[in-house]
């Protein structure tokens, strides 16, 4: 079943070279069909998941490249399981988006977009690391030319830059799993890149360490994390609109990913170290600060909700790093809320930059009464976004907030300044653009969502409603896998009370009065 999900994309898109050009109608609809079907294959991976297993599930094995020790070999746990529904949703409502958006190269254009499908579903069931390396790489090349061909006026510049960021860090997390094959080898006599294989050497903390920091540069330039971030900007403002979405609903996590599958499982030791989890912590929290006071300051719509996901992102990192069971799915929502939230938000820019060819905010205002159906899809967005309760945003910040009090309150204290930073700069683009009254009159002729554009949003406010106000489907599915994460990186975890509480006390035992003498 995985197999299928996992190439269903691929199958589409050998056929659809086999569609003439010139039939752009054709070439869509085709696309089209094959997202669509990409999202259906996966709908039976939900009903089949097994919450009461925290291990994987739907394993598939077969030997690849012996000489090696690369397998083709996938499945998926709890965490696994959501991002790949996020990944086939989202993916189908962007080719979706897309039919009216792109007139150039069409074929070729739908053509990046499956193979992009395939190689973001790689990188979330791959349970071999050679694999998931191929995956990684992958991903690079269709979204490299979907920036580069299809993109705004410096798409070349932020292309180039996009991938020799993402490629650096992937060379250094390429020595950091050569490090682990290797002292496999050196310990069990024999080569795998199988990560359950990889998990059982020792090695010290030192060596620990130095294949931490080489993870730690590839994952958290994709997601991206401070100071790494400065690509993300430039790449969201030059994509197309559903190249956006794609990379701010899917892309980024395959960083925060990175992290849960790979770091913390494999490298306990270096994880639980205190110099590690403080840095990583501090740049957490300097990211989320920090990308929110940017946001206050841009004056270009899609760059404000560009530097919203540095800041949205640091929640999902501190919630990794909190090391407790709250934090880290907390973070694994988040990841899912983000993805809904910020993908709305960016087709919300996409629908305003085909009518109006401009992102400018002060281009706007009062478009509340000339598109109302517009304006009030963007105030779901916009409070979605800003963690409004009830909303998926709140769900996962607030779990997060809770994991990262649970291991110092200082964190938190600086992280919440991030949800009060956060909602000034939406609500304030929200005033600027849809209230008061029409300021440009350009704007007065505007035409309202269409039926498309309102079908793909239902799905996105749907899915935000269900998990503000029923979540726990969601923590059912992730507490076996986090347990089980959190009792890999912290022994014991689960056998004593969580830190900073005290222990129960004992109920109090009532005096046994002595016995009466009787006669001898």
């Known amino acids: ?40 294959v996966s709908l039976p991976l939900v ?137 496999h080898h050196q310990q069990m006599g024999f080569y795998t890149f199988e990560i359950a294989d ?22 958290a330039i994709k997601v991206p994390m401070f100071p790494f971030h400065t690509w993300l900007p430039d790449a969201h403002v030059e994509a197309p609109t559903a190249g956006s979405v794609v990379l701010a609903s899917v892309l980024l996590k395959m960083g925060t990913y990175g992290f849960l599958r790979f770091s913390l499982p494999l490298l306990p030791k270096a994880s639980i ?3 590690i989890v403080q840095a990583l912590a501090v740049l957490s929290i300097i990211g989320i600060i920090y990308g929110a006071l940017v946001s206050l300051m841009q004056k270009d719509w899609k760059k404000l909700i560009a530097y919203s996901s540095v800041s949205h992102l640091g929640f999902c990192t501190l919630g990794i790093f909190a090391l407790n069971p709250n934090g880290i799915s907390g973070s694994v929502i988040q990841q899912i809320n983000h993805g809904i939230s910020t993908g709305m938000l960016f087709l919300i820019i996409g629908v305003i930059y085909e009518r109006r060819h401009t992102r400018e905010i002060s281009e706007y205002g009062g478009l509340a009464h000339v598109m109302p159906k517009y304006a009030i899809v963007f105030a779901f967005a916009m409070l979605s976004s800003a963690g409004m309760p009830l909303l998926n945003g709140f769900v996962g910040e607030f779990t997060i907030l809770q994991g990262a009090f649970e291991t110092n309150w ?31 009159g350009r704007n007065l002729n505007l035409p309202d969502l269409r039926w498309s554009e309102m079908a793909v949003f239902a799905p996105l406010i749907a899915w935000a409603v269900w998990i503000g106000v029923y979540p726990k489907p969601y923590f059912d599915i992730l507490e076996k896998p986090v347990a089980q994460l959190v009792e890999r990186v912290r022994p014991g975890y689960f056998a004593g009370p969580p830190p900073g509480e005290a222990p129960l006390a004992a109920p109090p035992v009532a005096p046994v009065a002595p016995a009466k003498a009787g006669p001898r």
């Open 273 to 275: 170290d205190q110099t």
């Open 198 to 219: 990889l998990m059982k050497i020792d090695m010290p903390l030192g060596l620990q360490q130095w294949v931490f920091w080489s993870f730690f540069v590839g994952f």
């Open 1 to 40: 079943m995985l197999t299928l999900v996992l190439f269903t994309p691929l199958a589409g898109l050998l056929v659809l070279l086999l569609i003439p050009s010139s039939a752009k109608n054709a070439i869509r609809l085709w696309a089209n069909l094959t997202a669509f079907a990409g999202f259906l």
């Open 410 to 440: 200082v964190w938190a204290a600086f992280a919440v300044t991030g949800v009060v930073l956060g909602a000034a700069y939406l609500l304030w683009l929200y005033q600027r653009t849809m209230l008061g009254q029409v300021t440009n």
């Open 47 to 183: 009903s089949r998941f097994d919450k009461s297993n925290g291990g994987f599930q739907m394993v598939e094995r077969a030997d690849w490249i012996p000489s090696l020790g690369a397998k083709y070999l996938i499945g998926i746990d709890g965490i696994s399981l959501l991002l790949v529904m996020l990944t086939t949703l989202i993916g189908f409502l962007a080719i979706f988006y897309s039919w009216t958006a792109i007139e150039d190269r069409v074929k070729e254009y739908y053509a990046m977009f499956l193979l992009l499908q395939t190689g973001m579903l790689g990188v979330f069931v791959s349970l071999d690391f050679f694999l998931f390396y191929v995956f990684w790489e992958l991903v690079l090349v269709p979204m490299y030319f979907i920036i580069g061909v299809w993109g705004g006026p410096r798409k070349l510049y932020a292309a180039i830059k996009f991938f020799l960021y993402t490629l650096a860090g992937s060379v250094l997390m390429l020595l950091g799993i050569l490090t682990l094959y290797f002292q």
